[in-house]
């Protein structure tokens, strides 16, 4: 919750093939040559509104206010109204690495909650996929376990599993 809507690496692209995941579109569709695929106006619209890429990218000094933050919760779904939205960067992945947030997406759909709820519970589905798969990992390893502990807890490494990406798994 403290980190911004979109300040993950890549997190904007990597929500728009979360999105398409959770709509069971596995595979990403081609129009003009560019690699995307259908996503609802709401998302794109609450994407548009929290990041600004001219203001934020590698800017750390520039970030979103928690009023900004607050405005987003008022962005609804538009159902069935969508665009074609380019994610070519993501398009590659295997739609396995985006089951958690496209989870979390679903369950958001389900219950008709605002995009911005949305985003919030992918991410939570990264970070709850991260843990149990650390966990499982930690258990199973036959050596070095302290090693590997450490690891895990490096700050970063934390971070990029608690934002959508396809990271985490």
């Given at each position: 919750?403290?980190?911004?809507?979109?300040?993950?690496?890549?997190e904007?692209?990597?929500?728009?093939?979360?999105?398409?995941?959770?709509?069971?579109?596995?595979?990403?569709?081609?129009?003009?040559?560019?690699?995307?695929?259908?996503?609802?106006?709401?998302?794109?619209?609450?994407?548009?509104?929290?990041?600004?890429?001219?203001?934020?990218?590698?800017?750390?000094?520039?970030?979103?206010?928690?009023?900004?933050?607050?405005?987003?919760i008022?962005?609804?779904e538009?159902?069935?109204?969508?665009?074609?939205?380019?994610?070519?960067?993501?398009?590659?992945?295997?739609?396995?690495?985006?089951?958690?947030?496209?989870?979390?997406?679903?369950?958001?759909?389900?219950?008709?909650?605002?995009?911005?709820?949305?985003?919030?519970?992918?991410?939570?589905?990264?970070?709850?996929?991260?843990?149990?798969?650390?966990?499982?990992?930690?258990?199973?390893?036959?050596?070095?376990?302290?090693?590997?502990?450490?690891?895990?807890?490096?700050p970063?490494?934390?971070?990029?599993?608690?934002?959508?990406?396809?990271?985490?798994l």
């Open positions: 919750l403290i980190t911004p809507p979109f300040q993950g690496p890549d904007p692209v990597h929500f728009y093939r979360a999105t398409q995941i959770a709509n069971v579109n596995f595979i990403p569709d081609v129009q003009n040559g560019v690699v995307g695929g259908d996503t609802d106006n709401g998302y794109i619209r609450l994407v548009r509104e929290s990041f600004d890429d001219t203001k934020l990218f590698f800017q750390p000094n520039n970030t979103i206010d928690a009023r900004t933050v607050t405005a987003l008022k962005i609804k538009t159902d069935n109204e969508s665009t074609f939205i380019d994610f070519q960067a993501t398009a590659n992945y295997s739609p396995i690495s985006y089951l958690a947030p496209a989870t979390g997406i679903a369950i958001a759909d389900v219950f008709g909650m605002p995009p911005l709820f949305a985003l919030y519970l992918a991410r939570f589905a990264c970070l709850f996929t991260w843990i149990a798969l650390s966990v499982l990992a930690l258990k199973n390893i036959p050596v070095k376990r302290g090693a590997l502990a450490t690891i895990l807890l490096i970063m490494l934390i971070f990029q599993c608690s934002v959508i990406s396809a990271d985490s």
